[in-house]
């Protein structure tokens, strides 16, 4: 192989890498606001922040 294909194999596995690390930030962030959401609104149906 030569060095290109090397720096680009390299830059490809850097770069999914990094996505998959944003992926899994973001899932986090929207598991913790989900379950922030269900405590919140288990007590109060009526209340309208629950709506949606």
């Known amino acids: 192989m030569t060095n290109l294909a090397i720096e680009l194999l390299l830059l490809?596995?850097?770069?999914v890498n990094f996505g998959a690390i944003l992926t899994v930030k973001i899932y986090s962030?929207?598991?913790k606001e989900i379950q922030r959401q269900r405590l919140?609104?288990?007590e109060?149906?009526?209340?309208p922040y629950c709506v949606f």
């Not at 490809?12 to 770069?15: D, F, G, N, R």
């Open 12 to 15: 490809i596995v850097a770069l």
């Open 29 to 31: 962030q929207s598991v």
């Open 40 to 42: 919140f609104c288990g």
């Open 44 to 47: 109060y149906i009526s209340n």
